[in-house]
T-cell receptor, first 113, second 111 residues
Framework: KNQVEQSPQSLIILEGKNCTLQCNYTVSPFSNLRWYKQDTGRGPVSLTIMTFSENTKSNGRYTATLDADTKQSSLHITASQLSDSASYICVVSRSYNTDKLIFGTGTRLQVFP | NAGVTQTPKFQVLKTGQSMTLQCAQDMNHNSMYWYRQDPGMGLRLIYYSASEGTTDKGEVPNGYNVSRLNKREFSLRLESAAPSQTSVYFC??????????FGNGTRLTVT
């Protein structure tokens, strides 16, 4: 069964600290993996995309890694800010087409001052 | 440049009532999608339209119908709402390259 599992479900950190979110997937075939950020009451916004051959991708303070052999990805947030408080969703695509996406349930991150 | 616009933002229906959720995008994208998001579950695809004039079922199409009115607009209709359709509905568009651009959702409650 094609699945995307994220951990932890929720996380609380202090402003300025780093954190890492995990994503494990059992999706086949594999085309690419994306991380989305979803603020409360808003739609998800794409942070990064990685294909099979890429093992790291950065977007400002966000760095995503991908290990296609173990089918694991992580999203590392450096020097967290209050605005990082959101849900982070891992999405795996089975093909280039956008109709074959498998969504994780997300990690809810809260950053406190 | 508004991106993807959804209306209404909130809606409360009684069981059996019908309604149409509206979605419009101004990015000239070919593909449009309707998802639902429920607590503890990942986003699930209801219907999609790969191009103007075509629509296809997603993972959870039962109880819904869609219309791709033109390249910009893609509507979702609930003919006879049920409490199981209480959810947050997201419309998205894409160039077809795997990158989705989402609207801010419609929060629907069916009592």
């Amino acid at each position: 069964k094609n699945q995307v599992e994220q951990s932890p479900q929720s996380l609380i950190i202090l402003e300025g600290k780093n954190c890492t979110l995990q994503c494990n997937y059992t999706v086949s075939p594999f085309s690419n993996l994306r991380w989305y950020k979803q603020d409360t009451g808003r739609g998800p916004v794409s942070l990064t995309i990685m294909t099979f051959s890429e093992n790291t991708k950065s977007n400002g303070r966000y760095t995503a890694t991908l290990d296609a052999d173990t089918k694991q990805s992580s999203l590392h947030i450096t020097a967290s800010q209050l605005s990082d408080s959101a849900s982070y969703i891992c999405v795996v695509s089975r093909s280039y087409n956008t109709d074959k996406l498998i969504f994780g349930t997300g990690t809810r991150l809260q950053v406190f001052p | 440049n508004a991106g993807v616009t959804q209306t209404p933002k909130f809606q409360v229906l009684k069981t059996g009532q019908s309604m149409t959720l509206q979605c419009a995008q101004d990015m000239n994208h070919n593909s449009m999608y309707w998802y639902r998001q429920d607590p503890g579950m990942g986003l699930r695809l209801i219907y999609y339209s790969a191009s103007e004039g075509t629509t296809d079922k997603g993972e959870v199409p039962n109880g819904y119908n869609v219309s791709r009115l033109n390249k910009r607009e893609f509507s979702l209709r609930l003919e006879s709402a049920a409490p199981s359709q209480t959810s947050v509905y997201f419309c998205a568009s894409s160039l077809g390259d795997g990158s989705l651009h989402f609207g801010n959702g419609t929060r629907l409650t069916v009592t």
